[in-house]
């Protein structure tokens, strides 16, 4: 059975990237985007941030898949959406562990304030997130009815955001930014409070191609950390992650995205890396 310190180190890496950069659809326009990430990890960053290996030959993986959307409102308001289903799997020498699920649905509004230059945009997004599951189960594996691994912490809450997105020729040419940073609060006794960044930098290779890198980062914080909680999901933890992509495009309204990532620093959560494909369709 896995040790209750261990079983909240899992879900919490599922807060990915955008799929898009911060522009603008326009009234009455849609973008949608399907995406599938692998990710594994075979050990943790404990509470001082050391490096510790699964027990037993321990592995982790996860298997998600997500539809993302936005539509136009209006000329600076749109309404944003992601569903995700998660497919998750702890292993150990004679143990397996395994969930599948709906994940934490997100919805809400972004706002686009006129600006001058056309080519750069300033946002204000607020949304809600809703869990579309239970961290409960019957089964003879629970820990105090838990199964890991989670999906997440099984609690409303909000999120609050600015972005700055556009194309900066004066630089580089063909290249475009996107960067944004937030707030989150799950409505619990237990939390809990994330902060996080998440920024994009990329370059038109041709008409076709292009290149991006992207930073991503979460501060987790609770009074309740995976010692003290009741349910022994992990609450307070960290971590910064680095990606690096291609895109093609293949038609007038669609772009094919590919990526690898890698986790390089982080606090109470696991240490792993893995791909991730998905689609831009704009219609």
Known sequence: MLSKGLLGLFFVLFLLPKAKAGFPLGQGHWMLSPTYNYYSASGYWNSSKLFTPYANNGRFSSNYFGLYGTYGISRNTEFYF???VVVQTYSETN???QKAS?????MGLSFYPA????DKHFSISGGIIIPLYQNSSNTPSSLNGVTAPYVGFGALGAEAKLGYAGNAPNFIKNCYFD???????YFSAMGPTQIFFDGTFGVGIDENWKIYGNLNAVNSTSNYQNSSSTDGVNRDFGYFRMTAGVGRKLGETTQLFGSIFQDVSGRNTGRGSG????LVIKF
């Open 82 to 84: 992601n569903v995700p």
């Open 95 to 97: 143990l397996l562990n």
């Open 115 to 118: 600006q001058n230059d056309i």
């Open 275 to 278: 791909f991730s494909l998905f």
């Open 179 to 185: 960067v944004s940073a937030g707030l989150r609060q």
């Open 102 to 106: 709906l994940g934490d649905v997100t």
